[in-house]
């Protein structure tokens, strides 16, 4: 018997919060896929912004993680927590992966107040007072989610490296690790070595992170059998080491006895089937070398199933589910006649490969169905960034985040306000949403032109 695991390999280069975010956008494989927390950001700091960069070390490929910030931004520990609320209700996390971006907060408070033998609410935060490190926190929680592993899998970790020497930061040179990531490893009995690179490889978020998601640090995975990874590279040069960790998901076989007291003890799940296989198809890069060069491009799976015995209401519970979880790109239910002529509904969902068991899980437990469709796609996009526009009304400044897309070309094609900030400023102002938009439509155009 096999069990979903996830392994975090940590044991070359440590972690940052960032490599995390990057090896967990390198295995769901969209570039894009962090851009719901990082447009979150911009009401905080409107200079945020956040590239996702190809990476490659020693014949290995991956991902990177490339921020600009307002660095003279700093957060105090009440505001740290009061932002990860919100940004954590903006991109609607569930109730368990808000727990985690908590808890790696609270990690990193309690570490910090040990280290300068100051309460908690006297803290002066630095490098951890950043608005990258709400995105580091809330982000890991949001990609864990977007995987469709949180709380499916049991999540490992190697004994993860510290580095040697000593390192430069605000509170002057320090010895690595620094005071409050010793406290983090001791506190939560965290296996460490320091490894092979003469600096920091394990900050504080990265350290603060792996204790929130991580249920058992091993010395071994010999029984553990990988079917997709990805891998997140650091900014820091290390030489000969790649400044790499790789995050992997496959099955840990469990032994017979340990399988007999799992079946004996939990109520077993079922299992779902697809009605067919996945067909992976490699793409005629010749022929699309050209179009590719100039827009982006992921690849989706396009999730389906007819239904004729199901009401209204559960249609639209499931449509809210998916989406709301951010399981879900897109959801379509088209009204179709299906066999025996009946008027029946085709739900199609559109999403990251990595979330496909799980939507297939919610489908077949919701509607009842009992098969589903599944096939993967190729998905050209155009390139767009988020920005923030500033209304002044009556004396008092308005913070809106708009959303620009770009031509092939870098013509603008789109230019669309946020719907919640725009109704948050129509019910502060008393102005209506039909006047508001073109005022702001017109100054992204002004400031992106």
């Known amino acids: 018997m096999t069990k979903k695991t996830i392994l975090i390999d940590v044991a070359k280069a440590g972690a940052s919060g960032d490599m995390i975010l990057a090896a967990f956008t390198d295995l769901i494989g969209e570039d894009t896929v962090l851009l719901p927390v990082a447009a979150s950001l911009l009401i905080y700091d409107p200079s945020f912004r956040l590239n996702v960069a190809s990476k490659s070390h020693s014949g290995i490929t991956g991902r990177q993680l ?91 970790a190697t004994k993860v490296a510290v580095g040697n020497g000593t390192i430069k930061t605000e509170h002057g040179v320090l010895d690595v690790p620094v005071p409050a990531v010793a406290e983090m490893l001791a506190a939560h009995n965290v296996p460490y070595h320091n490894g092979e690179a003469e600096t920091e490889v394990l900050t504080p978020t990265g350290a603060a992170i792996l204790i929130a998601i991580v249920d058992r640090f091993v010395d071994s995975h010999d029984d553990f059998v990988a079917q997709n990874q990805g891998f997140g590279f650091g900014t820091r040069d290390l030489g000969k080491i790649p400044n790499m960790l790789s995050i992997i998901v496959g099955e840990t076989i469990v ?104 939507i297939a899980d919610i489908m077949i437990k919701n509607l009842g169905t009992i098969g589903i469709r599944y096939t993967t796609w190729q998905r050209l996009k155009v390139n767009r960034e988020t920005i923030v526009c500033s209304l002044e009304i009556d004396g008092k400044e308005h913070m809106i985040r708009v959303k620009v897309s770009r031509n092939a070309d870098g013509s603008i094609l789109n230019i669309k306000p946020e719907a919640d900030d725009i109704f948050r400023v129509s019910k502060e102002t008393g102005i209506p949403v039909r006047e508001l938009r073109p005022r702001i439509t017109l100054q992204a155009r002004a400031v992106t032109e």
């Open 66 to 156: 490339q921020v600009t910030r307002n660095s003279g931004i700093r957060l105090s520990p009440s505001s740290l927590e009061d932002v990860i609320e919100a940004v954590s209700e903006e991109v609607e996390l569930s109730p368990e992966a808000k727990k985690i971006a908590l808890k790696s907060l609270n990690v990193i408070l309690e570490a910090e107040s040990k280290a300068h033998n100051k309460p908690i609410d006297e803290l002066h935060l630095h490098e951890t007072g950043s608005v990258d490190t709400v995105l580091d926190l809330v982000g890991a929680a949001y990609l864990l989610e977007r995987t469709g592993l949180l709380g499916e899998a049991e999540i490992l």
């Open 255 to 358: 032994p017979e006895e340990e399988a007999k007291a799992t079946v004996d003890d939990k109520p077993q799940k079922m299992e779902v089937k697809p009605e067919k296989e996945e067909k992976e198809t490699k793409p005629k890069v010749e022929e699309r070398l050209e179009v590719l060069d100039t827009w982006n491009e992921d690849d989706v799976v396009v999730i389906e199933t007819n239904v004729d015995d199901v009401d209204g209401e559960t249609l639209g519970t499931l449509f809210d589910t998916l989406l709301a979880e951010g399981l879900a790109y897109d959801v379509t239910i088209i009204p179709a006649i299906g066999k025996k002529n009946r008027p029946c509904y085709v739900v199609k969902v559109i999403a990251a490969k990595a979330g496909l068991k799980s």
